[in-house]
């Protein structure tokens, strides 16, 4: 089964807000509360920003939010910064085709 | 503050095996349990999930490399470890370690390492 479909890039201006879907299925996204979003700087270690579908680990600044609505899942970035701009990694629990996680394609975020 | 360092061969030959070392070094502040796991990325590709690792060695894998893949972790020597077996160019990518925020191994990686480019070529 493929990966979660994320769009393949997404961009804005400076202080502008951007949302980034993460679609799949009943047998993962849609089903289950085990979504995360992770921010990827080239040659820096990635970065959780979002787990639980919606809660942001201590540190992570509030103007990243998400949420999920059926079988998708959503990150917004509000108020974007030049630093923002980076890849984006949707995953989540699958249960389908023996337990594991799944990891979206990936979206590239341009802050022009 | 907890910090982690993967290490191993970065040319491997076809058909061989692959083997890195993810090194736990540091003062851990978190009272809970984690497990721990190794994600890849191929040049220019998205991340792919391994697999991961409970503290009890129990492991999970991603179903395309069941069969080729094992992770081993050794607690008191701080250190986990991916095997691949019958590498191809396709298993050419950068590993990452990385630590779940929780107990169980489909957990979110909250503490990730800079990851080690493994290249397959003959």
Redesign the interface.
């Known amino acids: 089964q493929p ?1 979660l479909t994320q769009p393949a890039s997404v961009s804005g201006s400076p202080g502008q807000s951007i949302t980034i879907s993460c679609t799949g299925t009943g047998s993962d996204v849609g089903g289950y509360d ?1 979504v ?1 979003w ?1 921010q ?1 700087h080239p040659g ?5 920003i979002i ?2 579908v919606s809660h942001r ?1 201590a540190g992570v600044s509030d103007r990243f939010s998400a949420s999920k609505s059926g079988t998708t899942a959503s990150l917004t970035i509000s108020g974007l910064r030049t630093e923002d701009e980076a890849d984006y ?1 949707c ?1 989540s ?1 699958r249960s389908a ?10 979206t590239k975020l341009t802050v022009l | 503050q907890l910090q982690l360092q993967e290490s191993g061969p970065g040319l491997v030959k076809p058909s061989e095996t692959l083997s890195l070392t993810c090194t736990v070094s540091g003062v851990s502040t978190s009272v809970s349990s984690h497990c721990w796991g190794w994600v890849r990325q191929p040049p220019g590709k998205a991340l792919e999930w391994i697999g991961t690792v409970y503290e009890s060695g129990s492991a999970y894998y991603t179903p395309s490399l069941r069969g080729r893949v094992s992770i081993s972790v050794d607690i008191p020597k701080k250190h986990f470890s991916l095997r691949l077996t019958s590498v191809t160019a396709a298993d050419t990518a950068r590993y990452f370690c990385a630590r779940t925020n929780g107990g169980t191994y489909y957990d979110a990686f909250d503490l990730w390492g800079l990851g080690t480019l493994v290249t397959v070529s003959s």
């Open positions: 990966a085990f995360s992770y990827l820096k270690v990635p970065k959780l787990h639980g680990p990694y995953a629990y085709d023996y337990p594991h996680v799944v990891f979206g394609g990936g």
